[in-house]
Structure formats: C-alpha cells, structure tokens
C-alpha cells in the first residue's frame, strides 16, 4: 500500500492567492520529507528537506519566503506556495526516507498546480 | 560530486521485445543508485535499488540492472515489453548534503511501447 499520502493532487488557483499541499508519511514517523518540482516534460528539481521541530534547508535559488514549508509533526509536512503567480504553474511532490533513514525514497503522487 | 546521465531521452520498443534505458553516474565514492518510473501525472515508485550488494539487482516487473563500476554504468533491462511500461524511466544517485541524503535525479527517459 501507499507509504506518502500527498493531497490535493491537482488544484487550480488565482495569481496572487496561497495554497498549501499536504504530504503525509503513512506507514512510519518521518523526522525528513522533502519537496520536489516538476516541469513538464524535466526531471525532478529538489527545492528543499523538511525537518520535524526546526527549520527548511532551502536549495539555491529557492525562494523560502514564497515557499514556506512546515513540519510540526513526524508523519506531516506542508509546502504553502503564497502568493502564487502562472510561472508557479507545476507538479510538485514529496517524499520520505527509509525508517531510520534520512535519505528519500518513497513519493507522493504530486500535486499539479496550476495558477490563472 | 554525483551526478547521473540517462543517455537516451526517447526509447521505443515494440511489445515483447526487449528493454535497454541507459545510465551513467559519477560518484567519488561508491553510490547508491536507483530506478524509478513515473506514470503520467503520477508520483514516482522505485522499481529497483542498488546499495553495494549484489551487482545485478533484480526490481519489480520484470525489470532489473547491472552496476558495472568499471564503466560507471547503471542500464535498466527487461526480457520483454509490455504496453503497461509505457511511462518515464528516472535514474538516480544518492548524494549527501551535510548529514542529510540527497537524491540526484537523471533527465528521465521516455520509454514508448509499440503494439
């Protein structure tokens, strides 16, 4: 069965609105989860890993005010995209690790975000 | 540093026949590497995973893939092809980042079954 229950899996909103993508670890409790984006038709870009009780680790070059990710509990893990504009557009997923593991390995099925 | 190069954009097969999707990696030390395969639309499920065991590693579906460390290759093969597999084939490393794992995505692969 599905280890990452990731909701909604598509939603659709106006430019300059939030909207806030759930990702939640089933089978285990995740101190890790991380966040993807997807273009169409490219790989996987990884935006940032999500730790339980601190802090994002942002990559370079993404915008942790616009993406603002919270992780107050060990199966839980929110990505609030604010402010949303088109080039915001995509498919974002998430993921967790292996049970002691700190490396991800099982996904979400997405979240396809589009933005009028 | 790791990185990973999935050498083929597109591969089209006719179904039955055989699958080849190629990747190289680069690691300076020795890697964890992995397949996944993502349907339209859909998340990402891992098909097979090698982590210094065995070399050939045998995945769900048939699929499996050979770690040849003397030509840094990591190909994913099938005896037969089934319209089912028609989806995008990601090779990945695993890379680190202080004491966290990161996962280093190839270009992805767009494998095309034929009737």
């Known amino acids: 069965g599905a280890v990452v229950s990731q909701h909604p899996s598509r939603v659709i909103c106006k430019s300059g609105t939030s909207v806030k993508i759930e990702c939640r670890s089933l089978d285990f409790q995740a101190t890790t989860m991380f966040w993807y984006r997807q273009f169409p038709k490219q790989s996987l870009m990884l935006m940032a890993t999500s730790n339980e009780g601190s802090k994002a680790t942002y990559e370079q070059g993404v915008e942790k005010d616009k993406f603002l990710i919270n992780h107050a509990s060990l199966t839980l893990s929110t990505l609030t995209v604010t402010s949303a504009h088109p080039e915001d557009s995509s498919f974002y997923i998430c993921?967790?690790?292996?049970?002691?593991?700190?490396?991800?390995?099982?996904f979400g099925n997405g979240t396809r975000l589009t933005v009028t | 540093a790791q990185s990973v190069t999935q050498l083929d954009s597109h591969v089209s097969v006719s179904e039955g026949t055989p699958v080849l999707l190629r990747c190289n990696y680069s690691s300076s030390y020795s890697p964890s590497l992995f397949w996944y395969v993502q349907h339209p639309n859909k998340g990402l499920q891992l098909l097979l995973k090698?982590?210094?065991?065995?070399?050939l590693v045998k995945g769900i579906n048939g699929f499996e893939a050979e770690f040849k460390k003397s030509e840094t290759s990591f190909h994913l093969t099938k005896p037969s092809a089934h319209m089912s597999d028609a989806a995008e084939y990601f090779c990945v490393v695993s890379g680190w980042s202080g004491n966290t794992g990161k996962l280093i995505f190839g270009q992805g692969t767009t494998l095309q079954v034929k009737p």
């Open positions: 090698y982590t210094s065991a065995a070399t």
């Open positions: 993921s967790v690790g292996e049970v002691g593991g700190n490396s991800p390995l099982h």
